[in-house]
T-cell receptor, first 112, second 113 residues
Framework: SQQGEEDPQALSIQEGENATMNCSYKTSINNLQWYRQNSGRGLVHLIL?????REKHSGRLRVTLDTSKKSSSLLITASRAADTASYFC????????????FGQGTRLTINP | NAGVTQTPKFQVLKTGQSMTLQCAQDMNHNSMYWYRQDPGMGLRLIYY???????DKGEVPNGYNVSRLNKREFSLRLESAAPSQTSVYFC????????????FGSGTRLTVV
């Protein structure tokens, strides 16, 4: 299993602005997943993008995947206070039990 | 509500005590996982069960044992708790197939004194 590395480690923006966070990984993947964790809570699955997809949308979320650069980005548009959380990316294994390895995440703070 | 249920939510143990963390899912998922999360850190995989009847070690298995009791339940046991095992423990499950995300429980906050 491989770990995704999120960048930046912390991001603080004003409500209504867009937030972009990035993820890099090292080896070939089957998919890449993004999760959100509110303080003190379990992770919530946000979106999964398959290795043959380049872009995927879900509500205010937009995820891109560039397998040639081994990188992904998560864009949250029109941010809200409720988006304040830590965000984690997790590369999905090509084979096996799909064990996910999580990095330290990006801590996003939305200021009112 | 469908999901992953973890018990207990909070626990304080003395060094050397044992306990079992319980996890149950009602989504008919095949795979289940146990993670720990230390302050300011990501999650580290302790053990996982790809399917009923199988268990395998993750990144940090030392000091833990697991039991996949049936398809629904996956328990984590600390035989002799140590302060280094103070952490928040999360259980997760996933459906069969390669393009499904995890569903996480709300966690067990364990303190070992």
């Amino acid at each position: 299993s491989q770990q995704g590395e999120e960048d930046p480690q912390a991001l603080s923006i004003q409500e209504g602005e867009n937030a972009t966070m990035n993820c890099s990984y090292k080896t070939s993947i089957n998919n890449l997943q993004w999760y959100r964790q509110n303080s003190g809570r379990g992770l919530v699955h946000l979106i999964l993008i398959r290795s043959n997809e380049r872009e995927k949308h879900s509500g205010r979320l937009r995820v891109t995947l560039d397998t040639s650069k081994k990188s992904s980005s998560l864009l949250i548009t029109a941010s809200r206070a409720a988006d304040t959380a830590s965000y984690f990316c997790a590369p999905g294994e090509i084979q096996g039990a799909q064990k996910l390895v999580f990095g330290q995440g990006t801590r996003l703070t939305i200021n009112p | 509500n469908a999901g992953v249920t973890q018990t207990p939510k909070f626990q304080v143990l003395k060094t050397g005590q044992s306990m079992t963390l319980q996890c149950a899912q009602d989504m008919n998922h095949n795979s289940m996982y146990w993670y720990r999360q230390d302050p300011g850190m990501g999650l580290r995989l302790i053990y996982y069960s790809a399917s009923e009847g199988t268990t395998d070690k993750g990144e940090v298995p030392n000091g833990y044992n697991v039991s996949r009791l049936n398809k629904r339940e996956f328990s984590l046991r600390l035989e002799s708790a140590a302060p280094s095992q103070t952490s928040v423990y999360f259980c997760a499950s996933r459906s069969t197939g390669t393009h499904y995300g995890y569903t996480f429980g709300s966690g067990t906050r364990l303190t070992v004194v």
